[in-house]
């Protein structure tokens, strides 16, 4: 009897680009004559929706709170510890994964093949080798750990799926975090279910991480390239100009407040408000600029010395 394949894609599609990879993506899997499922926590546009067969548009995105921090980053500079973290997001990558193995329990499926909306696509047919495979399978990525599951791609046979079915859960994932990513958490139960796990065939994704193309040290610099004598990071009580490169005066306003002040080549300045803000204007040598708390992240700035 020949082996039923369902393809179960993984995705985020806020932006217009991303949705074409995620259409782009279908078009190439159709070609398999396999059914797809495409799984989401944003409604996607019809033209997108028609060329799936089953659809689970799921609102209630589980993204957890700063108390479980997952994603940070930190930037040591002359006396400072700038650091930059995001609530954890990675348990919103398991949750469609266990969502869609339980509704894939009860279906007609031999393997379940998972991939990420925006898998690249392999010069060699986008592994074609891996498709055909009657086994259940996990690879590593081009941009992880080389002993760690990726979840860009891997392939669960019907038994396997069960076992994520029920072996999955929030309480599970938040009993073993410690600051560890989804791709961490899903390789313990590839290990644990003796899945066969090649960590020398990896995957990637199209569209570059969390950051983009911006450089580590960039994510901390809130002017990013807009000015080149100074750099600004900033929370809600401290702001702080840093990697000075030319002397110049420049005048914050926090609060209605006037802070005149005179940069000095490579000596940071940390100002340090009595009040909490929710926005400060800044007028330099090039322009005049506003800025706000940013909302999407939680910005820490430590005395090291």
Same mark, same amino acid.
């Given at each position: 009897m020949e082996n039923k394949k369902i393809f179960c894609i993984l995705s985020y599609c806020n932006t217009e680009e991303k949705l074409q990879a995620l259409h782009d993506n279908i078009l190439r899997l159709k070609q398999y004559n396999y059914s797809i499922l495409l799984y989401s926590y944003l409604k996607v546009p019809e033209y997108i929706s028609e060329l799936v067969d089953y659809l689970i548009i799921d609102k209630d995105n589980p993204i957890i709170s700063r108390d479980t921090k997952a994603l940070w980053w930190y930037l040591t500079y002359d006396s400072f510890q700038l650091e930059k973290c995001w609530d954890d997001t990675s348990w919103t990558a398991i949750n469609q994964i266990q969502q869609i193995c339980k509704f894939l329990e009860s279906k007609d499926y031999n393997y379940h093949i998972f991939l990420n909306y925006d898998l690249i696509m392999s010069p060699? #047919?986008?592994q074609e080798w891996l498709i055909h495979q009657d086994n259940s399978f996990a690879g590593s990525s081009l941009d992880g750990d080389f002993d760690r599951s990726s979840l860009i791609f891997f392939i669960l046979d019907k038994e396997d799926l069960k076992y994520m079915s029920h072996n999955i859960s929030l309480e599970?994932? %938040?009993?073993?975090?410690?600051?560890?990513?989804?791709?961490?958490?899903?390789?313990? #139960? !590839?290990?644990?279910?003796?899945? %066969?796990?090649?960590?020398?065939?990896?995957?990637?994704?199209?569209?570059?991480?969390?950051?983009?193309? !911006?450089?580590h040290d960039q994510i901390f610099n809130y002017l990013h390239n807009d000015v080149s004598t100074f750099r600004l990071f900033f929370n809600n009580q401290i702001i702080i100009l840093y990697n000075i490169v030319e002397e110049e005066n420049i005048t914050i306003n926090v609060n209605d407040i006037d802070y005149n002040i005179d940069l000095k080549v490579g000596e940071p300045y940390y100002l340090n408000i009595d009040d909490k803000f929710d926005y400060f204007d800044i007028k330099y040598k090039e322009g005049n600029k506003r800025f706000y708390n940013p909302k999407d992240s939680y910005n820490i700035i430590r005395k090291i010395k």
């Amino acid at each position: 009897m020949e082996n039923k394949k369902i393809f179960c894609i993984l995705s985020y599609c806020n932006t217009e680009e991303k949705l074409q990879a995620l259409h782009d993506n279908i078009l190439r899997l159709k070609q398999y004559n396999y059914s797809i499922l495409l799984y989401s926590y944003l409604k996607v546009p019809e033209y997108i929706s028609e060329l799936v067969d089953y659809l689970i548009i799921d609102k209630d995105n589980p993204i957890i709170s700063r108390d479980t921090k997952a994603l940070w980053w930190y930037l040591t500079y002359d006396s400072f510890q700038l650091e930059k973290c995001w609530d954890d997001t990675s348990w919103t990558a398991i949750n469609q994964i266990q969502q869609i193995c339980k509704f894939l329990e009860s279906k007609d499926y031999n393997y379940h093949i998972f991939l990420n909306y925006d898998l690249i696509m392999s010069p060699d #047919k986008f592994q074609e080798w891996l498709i055909h495979q009657d086994n259940s399978f996990a690879g590593s990525s081009l941009d992880g750990d080389f002993d760690r599951s990726s979840l860009i791609f891997f392939i669960l046979d019907k038994e396997d799926l069960k076992y994520m079915s029920h072996n999955i859960s929030l309480e599970d994932y %938040l009993s073993k975090k410690d600051g560890r990513m989804a791709e961490d958490y899903f390789h313990d #139960k !590839v290990i644990e279910r003796n899945i %066969l796990f090649n960590p020398n065939i990896r995957f990637s994704d199209s569209i570059k991480g969390f950051f983009g193309n !911006v450089p580590h040290d960039q994510i901390f610099n809130y002017l990013h390239n807009d000015v080149s004598t100074f750099r600004l990071f900033f929370n809600n009580q401290i702001i702080i100009l840093y990697n000075i490169v030319e002397e110049e005066n420049i005048t914050i306003n926090v609060n209605d407040i006037d802070y005149n002040i005179d940069l000095k080549v490579g000596e940071p300045y940390y100002l340090n408000i009595d009040d909490k803000f929710d926005y400060f204007d800044i007028k330099y040598k090039e322009g005049n600029k506003r800025f706000y708390n940013p909302k999407d992240s939680y910005n820490i700035i430590r005395k090291i010395k």
